[in-house]
């Protein structure tokens, strides 16, 4: 009686969303992906409804000027007993992802921005990523075994208010600008979500090969818990877990296809999520369409933030993206005119190592086990 209840408990308990992040992480044999809920078709799902977004909280002028459809013709979702997660398939206007992904991994990389390679190289060996890595990118012979250039071994980039991994904090002192573009898409984004005057103060940008995980977690570090998180979700598809606000709570699977957007709000903000793999590209189709639609180089009129990216730019953005998935999530770190506590009040953090950022990334105890190289805050760059 006593074990069964024990094994109940595990089942629905404490390990539910470990078990069902393994489940979905194993690669041999790979996972069913069944049960994963996909907002890209017409979803046959109980805990699934439609979310009416106001079309008059963005102008289609300035969607069109950000990259996005307009509202009325978005598709978002939310999830029963969450509220405050919004799911939005892919609102981006054929061809301007290009530019998005462009900035991942040309521009935003760039100093004085701060990446993973930052914490074991020299600022010198870590200054202009792209340039060092396209020629031999470009030449590069797909299987055979060759050194990986930086671009391939990029995890994260940090923007705005730079988040300390270790100290799980975010700190006045080590602020640089947020960029302007990202800043837009944002506030324009938020806002069709009935968030006005979101102001995009930090950024996390994850980078993931095909063999490449985000561990379960919480985004708490931000002090104020009331804007929203924002995430967006380019090249190959994942797998999302989002979970309730105990660890022991169960997840419902879903996946993030290119283009697609999540809003964390309200009781959603703090909802424990991971990502457990990166879906396999189905055979003879290594980029999702959307991808392959050409850029809207006509519609682009001065005052867009999206840029034309030059075709040698996306020939390497491409090769990348056919083995990879790259994510912003953009924060707003303070509400309006909160400012950070002083050194001695400073709000630390309550989560354990293990649920923190410092180790989510690929943070799975064989991981730990296998012995691979890391960098110092705990991120895979092997894999
Ligand atoms: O890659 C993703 O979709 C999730 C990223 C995430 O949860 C984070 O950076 O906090
Ligand atoms: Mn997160």
């Known amino acids: 009686m006593m074990a069964k209840m024990a094994a109940s408990v595990l089942e629905h308990g404490e390990d539910a969303f470990r078990k069902l992040f393994k489940f979905y992480k194993r690669r041999n044999p790979p996972p069913d992906f069944g049960d994963v809920i996909d907002f890209s078709k017409n979803v ?66 760039q100093k004085p921005n701060v990446c993973n390679l930052d914490m074991h190289m020299s600022p010198s060996e870590t ?38 991994w270790n100290s799980k904090t975010y700190s ?11 800043h837009s898409l944002s506030r324009e984004v938020a806002a069709a979500c009935g968030f006005h005057g979101f102001a995009a103060e930090a950024g996390i940008l994850n980078y993931y090969r095909a063999d490449s995980s985000l561990g379960i977690h919480v985004d708490e570090s931000e002090l104020d818990h009331s804007r929203p998180l924002l995430s967006f979700s380019f090249g190959q598809t994942a797998v999302f877990l989002l979970g309730g606000t105990r660890r022991e709570d169960p997840a419902t699977p879903m996946f993030m296809h290119s283009g697609d957007i999540m809003v964390m709000s309200g009781p959603s903000r703090l909802l424990y999520h991971a990502v457990p793999c990166i879906v396999p590209a189905p055979a003879g189709q290594p980029l999702p369409a959307c991808l392959l639609d050409t850029q809207q180089t006509t519609g682009l009129h001065t005052g867009s933030l999206v840029q034309a990216v030059p075709t040698e730019d996306w020939e ?68």
């Open 127 to 164: 200054e202009d990523i792209w340039n060092k890595s396209a020629d031999i990118l470009r030449k590069k012979n797909q299987g055979k075994r060759e050194p990986k250039t930086l671009l391939e071994k990029l995890r994260w980039v940090t923007l705005g208010y730079h988040y300390d």
């Open 316 to 383: 390497l953005c491409s090769r990348y993206l056919h083995t990879s998935r790259v994510n912003m999530t953009v924060r707003q770190v303070l509400g309006d005119g909160q400012a950070f506590p002083t050194e001695t009040t400073s709000i630390r953090s309550e989560v354990s190592p293990k649920d923190g950022y410092h180790e989510k990334h690929g943070q799975e105890e064989e991981d730990l086990k296998a012995k691979r190289k890391r960098n110092d805050s705990g991120y895979d760059l092997d894999s």
């Open 44 to 109: 046959k799902n109980d805990m699934v409804f439609s979310v009416e977004l106001n079309p008059s909280a963005l102008s289609e002028a300035d969607a069109s000027r950000a990259g996005l459809r307009p509202v009325k013709d978005w598709r978002a979702f939310g999830l029963k007993g969450h509220s405050g997660f919004v799911f939005i398939s892919n609102p981006f206007l054929p061809g301007s992802q290009h530019h998005w992904v462009r900035q991942c991994l040309k521009t935003y990389p």
């Open 172 to 182: 006045a002192d080590h602020y640089t600008q947020f960029p302007p573009d990202l």
